[in-house]
């Protein structure tokens, strides 16, 4: 039996623990392979974030025509090369995460790659099921980075059909005329503004009245009045059958008008993830778990037993690469340090909803700072009312604030519009950094005409007295 002194489940982040710090240490890196070609480098780089944020900006270009309009300028989308964009975008992808493994494999003169799947058969000893057999390993420390997995409902019928997921969706062969989306949320939200761009007929599916229903209720409202206007939007829907029929995929259908039927070539389901606990057997490895199914940790990211630390999306609240990518950090401190340990910070954890229009969030919602009794006061400005909203013609965006009344600190923000995610970093800092709403908008210059004046002016219109 090989003991190590350090074995890292999964490659996503896991992947970044080392750096020259461990070049004394004898480390065991096993990767089972994610996507549909077994890839090196997890969700994120292979089936996630940066594959996804390719096509959005694809999808972004092909809307150009749509924004042109409105300001008189006639532009014509004649086609889109479905088989070049997915190739341009994997030929960038793919190399990397192909040049990560042969790194680990080859060039890392002191890390072992065990590529199969891992499974812990009691406290700190794993069973790995590589290609060449079943091997048993031991090590003083593990870090669990086994992320997640897409989760496919239980619906009659759903297991006869073809079904994609993020994982298979933007590998598909050509370009449908028509898809279906099951699923409101994060990547029912991306997916459907690049099909839609892209020009595929695209109904999305949801179970609520609201598309991100997460999001601020004044966003997700008007997210989802937007969306209702650039695809076939069916909310309270509940799928209750699934079938095949001639090459489509068919769905039945429950709402508040009764039954119906939605037809399409491809069916993308987005209806969450679900944490890979189970695949590695936490329960065998006497990591204790969370009411949903992840990891517990403490706030160092140390599980419930000694030596063994879990980070990322397998037992953190946020499913979001840079809340894993910090949780990386502080088990890299740790590891290193085990007698000043430092924790995670999720105070003002960030999202951003790469859709059309784009979201960005942070901090409480209103809804959220209503049920936690939370005193606030809240500044909306529109995109329309700022130089550059007119440049751009946009009457749907707009920056939220909520502020305490009594410090005028940031306590949440949610901007919907044009690069969202971009404006929000200021309001993150001030957030981070204790900087309150008056000192930011009157304490340093904004640049005009540009957009973040949308800030500005969000930050000045707070009825802070
Ligand atoms: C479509 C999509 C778009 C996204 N876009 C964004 C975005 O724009 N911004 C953002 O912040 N986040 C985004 N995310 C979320 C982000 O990708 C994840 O939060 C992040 O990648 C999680 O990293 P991780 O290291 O925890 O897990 P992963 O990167 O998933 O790594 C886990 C690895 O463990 C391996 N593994 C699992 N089980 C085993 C086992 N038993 N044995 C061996 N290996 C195993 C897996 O194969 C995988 O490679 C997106 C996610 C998806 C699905
Ligand atoms: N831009 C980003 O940062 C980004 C992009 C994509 C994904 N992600 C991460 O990945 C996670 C997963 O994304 P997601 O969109 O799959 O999940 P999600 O949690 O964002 O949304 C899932 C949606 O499916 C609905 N749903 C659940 N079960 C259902 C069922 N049986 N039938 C119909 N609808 C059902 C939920 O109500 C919800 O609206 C996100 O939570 C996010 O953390 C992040």
Not at 86 to 113: C, K, W
């Amino acid at each position: 039996m090989r003991h190590f002194d350090l074995v890292i489940i999964g490659s996503g982040s896991g992947n970044s623990i080392l750096d020259d710090r461990f070049a004394d240490w004898n480390v065991a890196i096993v990767e089972k392979g994610i996507g549909p070609n077994d890839a090196y480098g997890g969700t994120c780089l292979n089936v996630g974030c940066i594959p996804t944020k390719m096509f959005v900006h694809t999808a972004d270009i092909a809307g150009a025509p749509d924004a042109g309009a409105g300001l008189g300028v006639d532009l014509e989308r004649r086609g889109v090369r479905w088989p070049e964009i997915r190739d341009r975008i994997f030929g960038r992808i793919d190399p990397i995460s192909e040049g990560g493994r042969q790194y680990r494999a080859e060039g890392s003169p002191n890390v072992t790659l065990l590529t199969g799947n891992a499974r812990f058969t009691d406290v700190k000893q794993l069973t790995v099921q590589t290609a060449d057999g079943t091997e048993t390993i031991t090590a003083d420390r593990f870090v669990v980075a086994a992320g997640g997995r897409p989760v496919i409902p239980a619906v009659p019928g759903l297991d006869q059909v073809e079904v994609r997921t993020s994982d298979t969706v933007m590998r598909l062969d050509e370009l449908p005329s028509s898809m279906i989306i099951m699923g409101t949320g994060f990547i029912g939200a991306e997916f459907a503004h690049v099909f839609s761009s892209l020009g595929v007929r695209v109904t999305m599916i949801g179970r609520s009245g609201r598309v991100l229903r997460a999001e601020d209720e004044d966003v997700s409202a008007r997210f989802t009045e937007i969306a209702d206007g650039r695809w076939d939007l069916r909310l309270h829907r509940k799928v209750v059958a699934a079938e095949k029929v001639g090459g489509q995929v068919r769905l039945k259908l429950e709402g508040p008008d009764g039954e119906e039927t939605v037809e399409a070539e491809e069916l993308l389901v987005a209806v969450g993830r679900t944490p890979n606990a189970d695949l590695i057997d936490a329960a065998a490895g006497g990591l204790e778990l969370t009411d949903d199914g992840k990891i517990a940790v403490d706030d160092t990211q140390l599980t419930s037993v000694e030596g063994v630390w879990a980070l990322g999306d397998i037992s953190s609240d946020h499913e979001l690469k840079h809340v894993a990518n910090h949780e990386t950090r502080v088990v890299q401190h740790n590891l290193l340090h085990p007698d000043a340990p430092i924790s995670s910070d999720h105070r003002f954890v960030p999202h951003a909803v790469f859709s059309g229009p784009q979201i960005a969030s942070v901090g409480l919602t209103e809804q959220e700072a209503r049920d936690k009794g939370v005193d606030y006061v809240t500044s909306t400005q529109d995109y329309a009312g700022i130089a550059y909203g007119w440049a751009m013609e946009d009457t749907t965006g707009f920056a939220k604030l909520l502020a305490d009344p009594s410090s005028g600190l940031l306590i949440g923000a949610h901007i919907i519009g044009p690069q969202a995610p971009t404006l929000l970093q200021p309001i993150i800092q001030a957030m981070h950094f204790g900087l309150d709403a008056r000192s930011m908008a009157r304490g340093q210059y904004w640049i005009h005409p540009a957009m973040p004046e949308l800030l500005e002016n969000a930050l000045l219109n707070l009825p802070l007295g």
